[in-house]
């Protein structure tokens, strides 16, 4: 079985403050890990993803995620918000080869000017 | 054109009615998949496929059929609709090579009255 947590359903930031929404996941085998950004009225688009090759993932506008085994967390920073990083983001695991994948309730990003 | 095209993108609909809900894309993928997405219950898996000739229910299947005309379509259908039916529609892509990472479509919102 396989799960994820994000922790905070909502996160405010100042424009310009570090950005930082937490994932922790559950998997009974080596997960691969993914974050998606979903603006509003728009589908959700891959932000960048972890399949067991280096642990800090490097994706698109400046976000990165570091895989962190012992502590089963794939937490999503970015050093400085823009006011273009409001959105809501989704972490998701998905365990084995068959690609099923498991998305966590999301996390509302709010960028205060 | 956008990849994975979802129709319609806004639907009003009574209870009781059957309706369709239609994917195509252009990505060559083999795998395709029909979320439900509800207000902080995050993405839910109603069905997916991996070829043509293999159908699986998802999670939350009841309710809901599928038909997989082609490799590149994929139609979630709800026989008669009622109003906890309501909610944000995706449909997603992925291939086999790609570890997981989806492509979505933009959604169809559905509304039951």
């Known amino acids: 079985a396989q799960s994820v947590t994000q922790l905070g359903s909502h996160v405010s930031v100042s424009e310009g403050a570090l950005v930082l929404l937490r994932c922790n996941y559950s998997s009974s085998v080596p997960p691969y890990l993914f974050w998606y950004v979903q603006y509003p009225n728009q589908g959700l688009q891959l932000l960048l993803k972890?399949?067991?090759?280096?642990?800090l993932v490097k994706g698109i506008n400046d976000f990165e995620a570091e895989f962190k085994k012992s502590e089963t967390s794939f937490h999503l920073t970015k050093p400085s918000a823009h006011m273009s990083d409001a959105a809501e983001y989704f972490c998701?695991?998905?365990?084995?080869?068959?690609?099923?994948?498991?998305f966590g309730t999301g996390t509302k990003l709010q960028v205060i000017p | 054109d956008a990849d994975v095209t979802q129709t319609p993108r806004n639907r009003i609909t009574k209870t009781g009615k059957r309706i369709m809900l239609e994917c195509s894309q252009t990505?060559?993928?083999?795998?395709m998949y029909w979320y439900r997405q509800d207000p902080g219950l995050g993405l839910r898996l109603i069905y997916y496929?991996?070829?043509?000739?293999?159908?699986n229910k998802g999670e939350i299947s009841d309710g809901y059929s599928v038909s997989r005309q082609a490799q590149a379509k994929f139609s979630l259908s709800l026989e008669s609709a009622i109003p906890n039916q309501t909610a944000l529609y995706f449909c997603a892509t992925s291939d086999l090579g790609d570890k997981g990472g989806y492509t979505f479509g933009s959604g169809t919102r559905l509304t039951v009255v």
């Open positions: 496929s991996f070829d043509v000739k293999d159908i």
């Open positions: 998701a695991v998905s365990s084995g080869g068959y690609q099923k994948v498991t």
């Open positions: 990505k060559g993928h083999d795998r």
């Open positions: 972890y399949t067991s090759a280096a642990t």
